[in-house]
């Protein structure tokens, strides 16, 4: 049977990094710890399965999203589902989700099957239940101006991370946008509702005024602001993107709930980290020259994730948005 | 007499205590209690050093006080004595006194409130109180902070020493403790030459006021095993720069100099585009 994450076009990145950065949304949220030593909480769901070869997560502007192959049978649906969420039941519980079926979508009277499931055994809503269109999605019509090559930048190594072969593009989330989500499911519409996240405008983003110093962290499921510099040894952890309105020297992980990091970018006016983290992957910053008394400033610069690596490139506002908007 | 104005409203003459703390160790602490003390005890305020770092006491070494010692804070804050039993007087001036620490004890026999009681015995007593806080931020750091009004931040102008720091500034501002920063050895000659952060890159990742420079000094070291505090040695550079410190603890408004100008040969040969 075909694995049927090889598409090309997928937005999944192996899970191949030394490290699992990916954090457990029960972590708790939005909170600066400037007391003790709060190792970062990494999602470890046990032996984090490799890759169970039937369902795979991923989040999209509207939460989360259960890719199922609807080929199996459907005891094996029911126990590869069951094992999936097992094993990320604290991260998972409470939650809502969407289905989105490939290859095949099973019987109604098996989607009913799984969805009595999934609510109780892991309290978990289905928001929707859809079958993912296989078409190659059209590339983007390009900029007029396009931004620079993407070449990591010099500054940065990758490490770990499988040579993957992917085409350059990532999926940006959007794309989920295009088709409707609707099968018949009563489920509630999330596009209504005022407030919600979407992806050009986040209302639940955070605003830090003040630098972050050594030992100190932040923590949130979406975007975050900060008005001061991010110390060595100081952590931000975002849900959403991380804009920077100083200096970054310590540690940045945006698209932190989501394993293909969701699109998002870490932005400083200076951009100095020890490491950078989008998703699952994972780039650590030039060591330098240590001595150095002159900022090593190319100016405002922003952090993304294109194939397995991380590029850095001088800031331009659309490469921001014309992603959020495709 | 200073004069602080307390949380209710009223004037009190109380002394002000404040912790000389780093993170790092090795990096000047308890040089510059030492140093510090004898500088304001120079200009008339009496002083009162405090040895926090129990069980590693070192304190006691530098000002060569150590075959005096007969009570310690561990004492005092148990009651086993009275306060003014445990204070030694210091060899060079009548206005600087010693609290020494126990060294056969370690950091966990006392704990926030008992350092408390300690230094609500000596307020009234004394214009400053500086304590010597251990490195680390631990219990005996905890134990440091308590009652302090404000904070001195050592940090050499390394990397390990600025990220050290920085987390002990953060975690005094949670505290509501003020820092201010010392600069201690820095060598202007490799800041010149790009092997060392200079003044304004130290200044940069930690935002925090500084109040003195000390150049790196020989003589730290020599008065360090004579007992004797560098501020008495007026030809030491360092011994000069706690005296200006002094007065800017004091509330003097004195510039830190240009240290960087160096030698007049320096400053000429600079001018002329040569390397030395």
Redesign the interface.
Same mark, same amino acid.
């Given at each position: 049977m075909d694995n049927p994450f090889n598409e090309s076009d997928d937005g999944f990145l192996e899970a191949e990094t030394a490290a699992n950065p990916l954090r457990t949304s029960s972590s708790p949220l939005a909170s600066t710890s400037?007391?003790g030593v709060n190792a970062p909480t990494e999602l470890q769901t046990g032996e984090r399965d490799e890759r169970n070869s039937v369902v795979a997560a991923r989040g999209t502007a509207e939460g989360l999203v259960l890719r199922i192959d609807g080929r199996v049978s459907t005891t094996d649906l029911n126990a590869s589902v069951r094992e999936f969420l097992e094993s990320r039941r604290s991260f998972l519980s409470g939650h809502d989700v969407a289905f989105e079926w490939v290859g095949r979508k099973p019987e109604d009277e098996a989607i009913q099957e799984l969805i009595n499931l999934v609510s109780s055994e892991f309290s978990i809503t289905v928001r929707s239940s859809r079958l993912r269109t296989t078409a190659p999605k059209a590339a983007p019509s390009t900029p007029p101006s396009t931004p620079p090559p993407h070449q990591p930048a010099p500054n940065l190594s990758v490490v770990g991370g499988a040579a993957r072969a992917t085409a350059s593009r990532y999926e940006a989330p959007t794309s989920e946008r295009a088709v409707s989500l609707f099968d018949g499911m009563e489920g509630f519409d999330t596009r209504s509702a005022g407030g919600v996240s979407t992806p050009w405008d986040d209302p639940d983003a955070r605003v830090i005024y003040g630098?972050l @110093?050594?030992?100190?962290k932040i923590e949130t499921e979406h975007a975050v602001v900060i008005f001061g510099?991010v110390?060595?040894?100081a952590e931000v952890i975002a849900g959403g993107d991380i804009v920077i309105l100083g200096t970054l020297?310590g540690i940045a992980h945006a698209g932190a709930y989501d394993e293909s990091g969701g699109g998002r970018v870490i932005f400083a006016l200076n951009l100095q980290p020890t490491q950078l983290r989008i998703g699952l992957v994972i780039s650590r910053g030039a060591g330098g020259d @240590?001595?150095?008394?002159s900022?090593r400033s190319n100016g405002p610069e922003i952090a993304r994730v294109d194939g397995n690596s991380i590029v850095v490139e001088p800031y331009q506002s659309r490469t921001v948005w014309v992603r959020r908007r495709e | 007499m200073n004069t602080r104005s307390n949380g209710t409203g009223g004037k009190k003459d109380l002394g002000e205590v404040i912790v000389i703390t780093s993170g790092k160790g090795g990096v000047g602490k308890t040089t510059t209690t030492a140093s510090l003390g004898a500088a304001l005890a120079l200009r008339g305020q009496r002083t009162l050093v405090v040895d926090a770092d129990i069980g590693l006491r070192n304190l006691d070494v530098i000002l060569g006080l150590e075959n005096r010692i007969v009570f310690n804070l561990v004492d005092v804050a148990k009651k086993i004595c009275k306060p003014s039993q445990a204070i030694i007087k210091s060899k060079k001036s009548n206005n600087l006194f010693l609290l020494p620490a126990s060294q056969t004890d370690d950091k966990d026999v006392i704990d926030e409130a008992e350092v408390r009681y300690v230094l609500d015995q000596f307020r009234r007593e004394f214009h400053y109180i500086l304590v010597d806080s251990p490195a680390g931020i631990e219990q005996g750091f905890r134990n440091a902070c308590a009652g302090a009004d404000s904070a001195i931040v050592v940090t050499t102008p390394e990397?390990s020493a600025i #990220?050290?720091a920085? #987390?002990v500034?953060?975690?005094l501002?949670?505290k509501g403790i003020e820092a201010r920063l010392i600069i201690n050895r820095i060598d202007f000659d490799m800041?010149r030459r790009?092997?060392?952060?200079?003044v #304004?890159?130290v200044q940069?990742?930690l935002?925090v006021e500084i109040l003195g420079v000390i150049e790196r000094d020989e003589q730290i070291i020599v008065a360090a095993n004579c007992g004797e505090p560098v501020t008495y040695n007026p030809k030491s550079k360092a011994g000069q720069a706690f005296t200006r410190i002094a007065g800017r603890v004091c509330g003097e408004s004195i510039p830190i100099p240009d240290l960087s100008g160096g030698s007049l040969w320096g400053r000429i040969t600079r001018k002329l585009g040569v390397s030395t």
């Open positions: 400037s007391t630098t @110093r050594s030992g100190q510099d110390n060595s040894g020297r @240590r001595s150095d008394s900022p | 990397v #990220r050290d920085d #987390r500034v953060g975690l501002s949670s800041v790009g092997d060392m952060l200079s #304004r890159d940069d990742i935002g």
